[in-house]
Each structure stands twice: as C-alpha cells, then as structure tokens.
C-alpha cells in the first residue's frame, strides 16, 4: 500500500496530452491529468465525451495515438491490460471478473492462491483456505468494513457486495490507483452506499481512485475533485466543494460555467 | 452482519446451516439412499456381497471416465468421444496384441487415448472450435475407424495376466472398482485441494475473466483432454480384459452414460459451477438404478427410462442448485 502523500507531491498517476483517435473520429484531443494518492476524482461527461476511451488508455486495452502515461513520476507504455495491472492500475468494469459458483476469499485469491508452507503443500499446491479466509477478514479489518462471511459464495452477494469484493481484491493485491466505471449503475440504494463506502475507505488508505458515473448524486457523495470531459477535452478540473449539481450538468452538457470550446 | 468472533453458539449454528447448505444442494444423496432402502426392501439379493459386487463392476468404467469427464464439464467444455475411443483402443489392443505382447499393446493402447485426448484438446482449445462438434466427430468418426480396422472381427484370448485387470479382485473389491477409487481420489485432490479446482471453475465460468487473472485457460483444458482419452483408453481395455475379447461394442453409449452421471451430479452444463462428490453420487446412482430393477425383477428396459426422466429431473436441479445459490443472501446478507 502506497503512503499517503500530500497534493503537492508526485502525482500517483499522470495523464499529459492523451490523444486518441478512431478513424476519422477524434476520441481524445489531449487531455491532461493528475490524480494524487488519496484522492477520489469524479470523471464524468456525456456520451461520446471521451470518458471510455481515456479509461481503455489508462488501463492498456488501447494505446495514446500521443501523449504520455506516467504512474509514480515514472512513464509508462501499456501494451495489455496485464501491463497497466503491473503498474497498479486496477480497472473494476460493469461487468464484474468475478466467479459467482466460488466464495469469496477463492475470488480475492484467485489465479494467485495461497499455498500451504512446506514441502507438502508446495509440491501438491495444496490451496491454504483457512490462511485466505483469514487475509480476507483482516483487511476488512483494515478498512473497516464487513461483508458476509469469506466462505460465502459471490452468487449469495448483492450487487453492491460484489462490487465490494472486486474492489477489495484489487486493494490487496497492491493496486494504488483505481478506476471504477460506473460501479454504481446497476445497484439500488442500499447497495450503492455499501459501494461508496468501500470507495471512501480505499482512498483513505491511500488510493487514487478515478470514479466514473452519471450519478452527479454519487459523484457528489464519493469524489474530492471533478473533471468534465466534453467533445474528447477536458473542459472543467476543480474541488467538487466549490460546485453544485446544476454547475456540473451544466458543463456536461456545455451549458454553463465552462463553456470555452 | 458484523463478523463476531466464533463462539460456542455461533460455531453450532455454522455447523448447521452448513450442513443443511451441503443438504440442500445434495438431494440426490439422500434419493440415493432411498432407492438402496426401496430395492433392499423388494428383494434380499439387492444387498448381497455378490450383488453389490456386480453394480461396482457395472459402474467402474463409467466412474474412471466421469472424472476427468466433469472436470471438463466443469470447465465449460465436453468430450463425447469417450466410447468410440474405447471401441477403437480395444480393436487395436486385440490387433497389436497379437503381434507385440500383450504388455507393449497396452503401452500403445493407453498412448492413443491420450494422444487423441492431446489432439482433441488442442484443436479445442487453441482454435477455439465447439468441443461438442469437435467430439461429437470424434464418436463418429473414432467408431469408423475401429470399424474399419477390425473388420468385424473379434480377437480374443489375451492370457490370464490381463484378465486380471477387469475380473481380479483386490482386499475382497474387484480391480476396476479400486481404480475408480484411485481416479476418483486423485480427482477430488485437484478439485478441492489445489488451485485447479477454482481455476477450472472460472475458466467454465468466464474465459476472458480467468484469462486477465492469469490462468492458464489454454494449457488446462488440453490436459484434461488428455486425462480423458487416457481414463477413456483404460476403460476401453479394462472392458476387454472382461470380455477376453476386443469387440466394437465396447464403449457403446459410454459418453451417455457418463455425462448423465455427471450431470445428474449436479454439474452445470454451462460450466462453471459443480461438484466432483456430486458425481460420484450420480456414477452411483445411475449404477444402483440399473441394476435394481434387474434384481427386483422389474423390466431392464425401464432402467433406460427412468434414467431418462432422472435426466430431465436433473436439468430442473440445475435451476434449483442456481436458486439456492442466491438464497443465503437473506439468511448471510440480510442484515446489512
């Protein structure tokens, strides 16, 4: 887990000028970011703003036609999603990659499970469940927040809750910067606070956090700063304090306060 | 929905939802039993040593092959090819026997199961082809060529040393059924004890999610392949170290049966979601079945029938097993 760090030190993750373009269809015209350790930023913008592409950017399902991904002050070229998750950059799509007929601490643990000690263990890879169930109570220990027990099957868990757990994993496995498309579109309101909680907490600890929603209510609810994108540029980056729903529809819709195009 | 500490209460009451949890999803266990107690009931024969003998022997086969058979189903994929490649092992088994010994033909025998599981494995997994086309050819095609190869002849007598492996018994049980026992072992540690068992479970359940977390979604279903047409192989010449014979009969309908034992099991066709203690219940249950009507002097050709309707009666478990999947969120969740 990263320390916390205070905004004037080197961003956790840095976006400088991304391009993008499909065809003829100018996706990305150079848009520039910062985003620090411990801190939540709401992206938002219409349909067609960007917002999925500087998302596939970041996490390596495409490359910047130009421009420059730095993670830690360090540059870096993301060929495959691997990359970027090598980087500790964790995307958490809709669709969520969990197993629903598993529980879930063999979800937190899976493709990277824990073996038990010993000869034994490593030479029949005997999986150490009891030592994974135990991991997964600790860190929501750590984050102060409780789930169902971690022999719980995902397909037992709400919507929320398994949000929670793909957030979860991705917080233990080291990832300091995450980004979250739309995590709350599809859950009720229960379910979506239990998801701005977790939000909350890993950010904390020291997260950067990237929130995508169309919800001004969660971004609100859950994002320090907010950045509009809006025709593939950023139009508007500031503390959500200084703003008010209306402000921020306003600029989505290019409407409002920003309109500088 | 806090996570108390376990104490006295809480263990019981863990213990016992899970047992009523592991009850839930085993009802075919318990019909299991009730078919014992009903055929034990109709006839004294049922639950002699002699008989119970027989349903090992009749089941043996079907248990060797259902292993590595739900791992695949388990991992979203099907190898329907089982009996023809049982058929055609036997028919060059007896062939190559006459030529080589019995022991090199054996060798050899085993070697084409899995290379063919090898092949099938990897065309499956590497051109992403339809492994229920691909196998599906493979028992139509497989058969053609043991037909083609036998000629419709029938070798036989292949010496006492090899009849030992589907007639000897071993500690009272006969051979096949130890080395069912022996698959099914070794299938239950990479089920349950290694990381195989969760990783098969994700590749059934979402290729391209099992991918990103970095299993190896290519190399496992090649090796299962592999362990199927070697599981498929031994059962082909365990038939035939029975039958002193390398007949095209053998393996007829194995894949019916075997994937019915699976699925009536409780393994998803879908992939993804199963247990291999549910197989070994369905490889039971469908032994039991046939043989108790025979015993209790019922028509044999009603056993086809009834397995039939179990079959259908699986298919509503599956919806059933998928319901309960989702209830403990009101008995676990609820209070969040």
Same mark, same amino acid.
């Given at each position: ?8 030190a080197?961003?956790a993750?840095?976006l400088?000028?991304?391009?993008k373009?499909f065809g ?6 150079g848009?520039s970011?910062?985003v620090?350790?411990?801190?939540t930023?709401g992206?938002? #913008?219409d349909n067609?703003?960007g917002k999925?592409?500087?998302v596939?950017l &970041?996490? #390596?399902n495409?490359?910047p036609d130009?421009g420059e991904?730095l ?9 495959t999603?691997?990359e970027?998750?090598?980087a500790?950059?964790?995307?958490v799509?809709?669709? =969520?990659?969990?197993?629903l ?5 063999s979800n937190?643990f =899976?493709?990277?499970?824990l ?5 034994? #263990?490593?030479l029949?890879?005997?999986v150490?469940?009891r ?7 600790? &860190? ?6 409780s ?5 719980t099957k995902v397909?037992?868990?709400s ?18 910067i995450?980004? !979250?498309?739309?995590?709350?579109a ?7 606070q ?6 909350a907490?890993i ?7 990237i929130?995508?929603s ?5 971004i609100f ?7 509009? !994108?809006r ?11 200084d703003?008010?729903p ?7 819709t ?8 | 929905m ?7 209460t809480a263990?019981?009451n ?7 949890e592991?009850?839930?999803r085993?009802?075919l266990?318990?019909a ?6 009903i ?7 049922f639950l002699t040593?002699?008989?119970?003998t027989?349903i090992l ?5 079907i248990?060797?092959?259902a292993v ?10 099907v190898?329907?090819s089982?009996g023809?490649?049982?058929?055609l ?6 062939i190559? %026997?006459k ?6 033909a054996f060798?050899? %025998? ?5 290379s ?8 499956i997994?590497y ?8 196998s599906?050819?493979?028992? %139509? ?7 083609f190869?036998?000629k419709?002849?029938?070798e036989?007598?292949?010496g006492?040393a ?6 000897g /018994?071993?500690?009272?049980l006969?051979v ?7 698959? *099914?072992?070794?299938g239950?540690?990479?089920?349950y004890? /290694?990381?195989?068992?969760a990783?098969m479970?994700?590749?059934?359940s979402?290729?391209?999610v ?15 392949y592999?362990?199927?047409? *070697?599981?498929?192989?031994l059962g082909?010449?365990?038939?035939t170290?029975q039958?002193d ?7 007829t309908?194995?894949e019916?049966q075997?994937l019915?034992a ?6 998803a066709? /879908? ?15 469908t032994?039991?079945? %046939? ?8 028509s ?9 309707g ?15 999947d989702r209830i ?5 969740g609820?209070?969040e």
């Open positions: 887990m990263s320390a916390l760090s205070s905004q004037g080197v961003a993750l840095e400088r000028g991304l391009g373009s003829a269809v100018r996706a990305l015209r848009v970011l910062a620090h350790a411990g801190e930023v992206l938002v #913008g067609g703003a999925s592409t500087l596939s &970041i996490s #390596g495409a490359r130009f991904i993670v830690d002050g360090q540059l870096h070229d993301f060929r999603p691997h970027a998750q090598g500790g950059i964790e995307t799509f809709q669709y =969520l990659s969990l197993v007929s598993l529980d879930i601490a937190m =899976l493709g990277r499970e073996v038990r000690p010993g000869r034994f #263990g490593r029949f890879g005997v150490d469940k030592r994974m169930r135990r991991e997964v109570l600790h &860190i929501l220990e750590r984050l102060g927040l789930l169902p027990p971690p022999r397909s037992a868990l919507g929320g809750q398994r949000q929670a757990v793909a957030l979860m994993r991705a917080v233990y496995w080291g990832k300091h995450v980004i !979250l498309d739309e995590p709350t599809a859950l009720g309101v229960r379910q979506t239990i998801v701005l909680d977790f939000i907490r950010r904390d600890q020291g997260v950067a956090v929130f995508i169309h919800n001004m209510e969660h609810a859950a994002a320090d700063r907010v950045v509009v !994108l025709l593939g540029e950023k139009i508007f980056d500031g503390a959500t304090r703003l008010t209306m402000d921020v529809v306003a600029l989505i290019g409407a409002g306060i920003g309109r500088e195009v | 806090a996570l108390r500490s376990p104490s006295g263990r019981f863990t213990l016992r939802r899970a047992v009523l592991w009850s839930k085993n009802g266990f318990f299991l039993i009730l078919l014992v107690i055929f034990a009931a109709v006839s004294p024969r040593g002699a008989n119970v027989v022997l009749q089941i043996s086969v248990g060797i092959v590595p058979g739900a791992m695949l189903v388990l991992s979203g994929y190898d329907l089982v023809s490649l049982g058929a092992v036997a028919i060059t088994f007896g190559m %026997a030529h080589i010994g019995v022991g090199p060798a050899v %025998a085993l070697a084409i199961g899995v063919w599981g090898a092949t099938q494995g990897f065309i997994s051109f992403s082809f339809s492994a229920i086309v691909v599906l050819g493979g028992l %139509a095609g497989l058969y053609g060529v043991a037909e190869i036998s419709g002849l029938v036989y007598g292949f006492n090899f009849g030992e492996l589907g007639n /018994t071993l500690i009272g006969p096949p059924a130890w080395l069912s026992f022996v698959a *099914f072992m070794i239950g540690h990479f089920w004890r /290694t990381r195989y068992g990783h479970a994700a590749i059934g979402d290729k391209s099992a991918r990103s977390l970095g299993i190896s979604v290519r190399r496992i279903p090649i090796v299962l592999m362990a199927s047409g *070697f599981a498929a192989a082909g010449l365990i038939v170290s039958l014979g390398s007949s095209l009969s053998i393996g309908n194995l019916l075997v019915t699976i699925l009536l099991g409780g393994v066709f /879908t992939g993804g979601r199963g247990s291999l203690f549910g197989v070994l219940i369905g490889v039971l249950f032994g039991v079945l %046939a043989n108790g009507l025979v015993v209790a002097n019922i044999p050709f009603l056993s086809d029938a009834v397995v039939g179990a079959l259908i009666g699986a298919a509503a478990l599956d919806v059933l097993y998928q319901r309960l403990p969120l009101r008995e676990a609820g209070s």
